[in-house]
C-alpha cells in the first residue's frame, strides 16, 4: 500500500530505518555475478570527458565483454558519433558480435517537438520493443513521443533497448523504481535493468511479463503498477564510509580494456559514468551518493537474485488500520481507564509484532504511519472525549455538591465520586435540624428586605459551622436548617461527635451575631436544635430536572422531632440517647449532656429518652 499526504514522510523513514537495521543484523552479499565496469575518475584521467570519446573504444570493450553473460551500456548514443564518422560502425559491429548487449533509451518528462524525419525514426524504432501478449497487470502508459532511442544503427544491432530514466519518491530517493511501462498499442518498454536480466536469462520479454509481474525460469517477481520493491543493499563501488551495504562489484573502464575475456566469463556487466562531477546521482536508503549505474545494479540483483520484497497486500494493510482504530475506540469506550490502557498498550504491540513479521520473515513491506497514525489519533481522540466527559462529571459534581459541603470536600467528592454514592445507599448518619424561634411575627414586623438581609447573615454563620464540622448542607427550610453528618467523613468518623460540636459552634457563632445586631439595633435570634442519629437512605432524590443530595428515613423523622420539643423544654439543643452514647467519647469533656427526661414521639410506640447539651466549661476537644 503506497500512500501519500501527512503520512508519506514518516512512512519512508520508518520503512528505511528498517532497511539500514537489516542491512547491519542480516547484510546481503552483493551478487558476485554482477559487475560494473565504471567510467571513474582513473577513466576520466586517461581518456577525458565523455563527450571527446571515440565510440570504437566502447566497441573495443565489448570484444573484452564477449565471455559476458549479458552486457548493459548505461549511455546515451542518441545522436551521431562527432568524433570519429567510423564510431558508429565500428559500435554497431561490436553489438551484433556480441549479441547479449542493450543499450539505453531516454524518456523525457515532457513532449517533444519532432521534425518529420525524427518522427518516423522513432516510429520505426518502436518496431524493436516487443509487443505485451495476453493479459498484463495495469502498467503505466508511456506516450511513445517522450522517447528518445538510439541512432538506428546502434538500436538494430543491439539485443535490446531499455529506458535509463526511472522516477524517485518524493524525497529523492530511489526505491520504487518503475521498470515497465506500456504504450497505448500495447508496447513494452522496460527499465534497461529489466531488460538485461532478460537477456542474462534468455528470456524475450514479452513472455517474462505476465499478469502479476516478471517470471524468470520460475522465479516470480511481483510488480506494483510497474513498480519493483527494493531491497537496498548497495553502496558506491569503491566507498570506504562506514555504514550498513554492500558495495557495488566495480571494475574500472580502463582496467576492464585490459583485462582478459575470461575475467568477465558468467557476468553481468553494467558499463556506466561514475566519476566525480556527474549528474547521474541516484540515491537510496543506504547511500545517498549512489550512481545511476550502481542503482541499475541493484535492481538488476533484486530481478535476478534476492528474495523478492512486495508492499504488504492491501487488504490486510487495511485490516491493521482498520484495528489501529477500532481498537482504542473499544477499549475505551467500554472500560476502565485503566485497563483500556492496558488493552491499548497490547494492541499496539501487538500491531507493531504484526508488520514487523510481516518485513523480517514474510519480506512484505507495510505502509507503517498509517497504522501508528490512526492508533493514536483514536487514541487522542478517546481520551479527549474521555476527558471531556469526565469533566462535564466533575463540573456536574460541583455543582451539585457546592452549595451542601465545604469547597474541600467537593473537591474530594470529584476525585473520588463513589464516596457520594449518589445512586443511593443505606448508611449511619447524624441528623441536625436547626430552627429559629418566633421567627413568624418577626416577619410579620419586619420589613421584607430588612429580614432578608438579616437571614442571609444568619445562614451564612449557620452554614459556615456545618462546613467547618464536616457535615453535609442539606437544605434550607424557610428559616430552618438541615444537616447531615457522615457521608463525606472517614469510616472511623464520630457522626454524632461532629453533629454535637456543630451545634455547639452554631450557638456560638449565633451568640457573637447577636452582639453585633444589637449594636445596629436589629432584633436578635434565638434557635432549637434537635439531632438524632441512626440509619437513613442517602442519595440523589428527585426529579429529571431537580436533584438533591438529602436522607429519608425514620432518623431524619425523629430529628426533625426533636428540634421541636426544644421549645418545650426551654433547651438550646436536644439530642437523642444514641446521641448521647455515641457523641460522649468524641467529646469527652468540652460538652455534658443533661438528661431531660422521656418524650412521646408521634409514630413511635415508646417515649424516648432526650439529653440537652450544654458547653461545658473545660474546653478540651478531642477527635
Known amino acids: 500500500m503506497r500512500i501519500s499526504g501527512i503520512t508519506d514522510g514518516a512512512n519512508r523513514w520508518l520503512t528505511d530505518a528498517h532497511w539500514r537495521w537489516h542491512a547491519t543484523r542480516q547484510p546481503t552479499a552483493f551478487p558476485k555475478d554482477i559487475l560494473v565496469v565504471a567510467i571513474d575518475d582513473k577513466t576520466v584521467k586517461a581518456f577525458g570527458r565523455l563527450r571527446y570519446w571515440s565510440r570504437g573504444r566502447y566497441a573495443t570493450l565489448l570484444d573484452r565483454l564477449r565471455e559476458a553473460r549479458a552486457v548493459a551500456l548505461d549511455i546515451l548514443f542518441t545522436e551521431a558519433d562527432e568524433r570519429d564518422p567510423e564510431g558508429d560502425a565500428k559500435l554497431a559491429r561490436a553489438l551484433r558480435a556480441n549479441g547479449r548487449a542493450v543499450l539505453a533509451c531516454y524518456e523525457w518528462r515532457e513532449p517533444r517537438v519532432y521534425s518529420d524525419e525524427e518522427g518516423k525514426r522513432l516510429l520505426a524504432s518502436l518496431k524493436r520493443f516487443p509487443r505485451a501478449m495476453g493479459r498484463i497487470q495495469n502498467l503505466p502508459i508511456l506516450p511513445f513521443y517522450v522517447l528518445e532511442t538510439p541512432v538506428p544503427a546502434l538500436m538494430e544491432s543491439a539485443a535490446a533497448t531499455g529506458t535509463a530514466s526511472v522516477d524517485a519518491d518524493p524525497d529523492g530517493v530511489y526505491r520504487y523504481p518503475v521498470i515497465l511501462k506500456v504504450t497505448q498499442g500495447r508496447t513494452l518498454v522496460p527499465h534497461i535493468s529489466l531488460a538485461v536480466a532478460c537477456a542474462a536469462e534468455g528470456v524475450p520479454l514479452e513472455k517474462a511479463v505476465g499478469p502479476s509481474g516478471i517470471s524468470f525460469r520460475g522465479r516470480r517477481i511481483p510488480l506494483e503498477d510497474g513498480a519493483?520493491?527494493?531491497?537496498?543493499?548497495?553502496?558506491?563501488?569503491?566507498?570506504?564510509?562506514?555504514?550498513?551495504?554492500?558495495?557495488?562489484?566495480?571494475?574500472?573502464?580502463?582496467?576492464?580494456?585490459?583485462?582478459?575475456?575470461?575475467?568477465?566469463?558468467?557476468?553481468?556487466?553494467?558499463?556506466?559514468?561514475?566519476?566525480?562531477?556527474?549528474?547521474?546521482?541516484?540515491?537510496?536508503?543506504?547511500?545517498?551518493?549512489?550512481?545511476?549505474?550502481?542503482?541499475?545494479?541493484?535492481?538488476?540483483?533484486?530481478?535476478?537474485?534476492?528474495?523478492?520484497?512486495?508492499?504488504?497486500?492491501?487488504?490486510?494493510?487495511?485490516?491493521?488500520?482498520?484495528?489501529?482504530?477500532?481498537?482504542?475506540?473499544?477499549?475505551?469506550?467500554?472500560?476502565?481507564?485503566?485497563?483500556?490502557?492496558?488493552?491499548?498498550?497490547?494492541?499496539?504491540?501487538?500491531?507493531?509484532?504484526?508488520?514487523?513479521?510481516?518485513?523480517?520473515?514474510?519480506?512484505?513491506?507495510?505502509?507503517?504511519?498509517?497504522?501508528?497514525?490512526?492508533?493514536?489519533?483514536?487514541?487522542?481522540?478517546?481520551?479527549?472525549?474521555?476527558?471531556?466527559?469526565?469533566?462535564?462529571?466533575?463540573?456536574?459534581?460541583?455543582?451539585?455538591?457546592?452549595?451542601?459541603?465545604?469547597?474541600?470536600?467537593?473537591?474530594?467528592?470529584?476525585?473520588?465520586?463513589?464516596?457520594?454514592?449518589?445512586?443511593?445507599?443505606?448508611?449511619?448518619?447524624?441528623?441536625?435540624?436547626?430552627?429559629?424561634?418566633?421567627?413568624?411575627?418577626?416577619?410579620?414586623?419586619?420589613?421584607?428586605?430588612?429580614?432578608?438581609?438579616?437571614?442571609?447573615?444568619?445562614?451564612?454563620?449557620?452554614t459556615a459551622a456545618v462546613d467547618e464540622n464536616g457535615g453535609v448542607l442539606d437544605k434550607f427550610i424557610g428559616d430552618g436548617v438541615m444537616a447531615l453528618f457522615g457521608p463525606f467523613l472517614p469510616k472511623t468518623a464520630n457522626a454524632s461527635a461532629h453533629a454535637a460540636r456543630c451545634a455547639l459552634e452554631m450557638l456560638d457563632r449565633l451568640e457573637r451575631l447577636n452582639a453585633r445586631w444589637s449594636r445596629t439595633g436589629m432584633p436578635p435570634f434565638r434557635i432549637g436544635i434537635g439531632i438524632h442519629v441512626g440509619e437513613a437512605i442517602v442519595g440523589n432524590i428527585g426529579a429529571s430536572r431537580r436533584m438533591q443530595y438529602t436522607a429519608l428515613g425514620d432518623t431524619v423523622n425523629l430529628a426533625s422531632r426533636l428540634q421541636e420539643f426544644t421549645k418545650e423544654l426551654s433547651a438550646a439543643v436536644i439530642v437523642s440517647r444514641e446521641v448521647r452514647d455515641e457523641a460522649e467519647t468524641g467529646l469527652r469533656d468540652s460538652a455534658e449532656f443533661v438528661p431531660r427526661g422521656d418524650v412521646n414521639v408521634r409514630g413511635r410506640a415508646h417515649p424516648a429518652p432526650v439529653y440537652e447539651i450544654r458547653r461545658s466549661p473545660q474546653q478540651g476537644v478531642e477527635e
Open 228 to 462: 519493483l520493491a527494493l531491497e537496498p543493499i548497495a553502496k558506491r563501488g569503491g566507498s570506504y564510509l562506514p555504514g550498513p551495504g554492500e558495495r557495488v562489484r566495480t571494475m574500472s573502464f580502463v582496467d576492464a580494456l585490459r583485462a582478459p575475456p575470461e575475467r568477465f566469463r558468467g557476468k553481468i556487466v553494467l558499463i556506466g559514468e561514475t566519476a566525480s562531477g556527474t549528474a547521474d546521482v541516484r540515491p537510496n536508503p543506504l547511500d545517498n551518493g549512489l550512481r545511476g549505474v550502481e542503482l541499475n545494479a541493484e535492481i538488476l540483483a533484486n530481478l535476478m537474485y534476492l528474495k523478492p520484497v512486495r508492499p504488504i497486500p492491501l487488504g490486510a494493510q487495511w485490516a491493521l488500520i482498520i484495528a489501529a482504530v477500532a481498537a482504542p475506540l473499544v477499549l475505551y469506550e467500554r472500560l476502565r481507564p485503566r485497563a483500556a490502557n492496558l488493552g491499548a498498550v497490547v494492541v499496539l504491540i501487538a500491531l507493531i509484532g504484526a508488520m514487523e513479521i510481516a518485513f523480517w520473515e514474510l519480506r512484505m513491506i507495510p505502509s507503517w504511519s498509517p497504522v501508528i497514525v490512526g492508533f493514536f489519533g483514536a487514541t487522542l481522540l478517546m481520551a479527549a472525549q474521555r476527558y471531556a466527559q469526565e469533566e462535564a462529571v466533575k463540573q456536574n459534581l460541583r455543582r451539585s455538591f457546592s452549595i451542601y459541603v465545604a469547597p474541600e470536600l467537593v473537591e474530594a467528592i470529584v476525585v473520588n465520586p463513589g464516596i457520594a454514592q449518589q445512586e443511593g445507599t443505606r448508611r449511619r448518619v447524624a441528623v441536625l435540624f436547626s430552627d429559629v424561634r418566633g421567627f413568624t411575627p418577626y416577619c410579620e414586623q419586619q420589613e421584607p428586605e430588612f429580614v432578608v438581609r438579616q437571614m442571609r447573615e444568619y445562614l451564612e454563620e449557620m
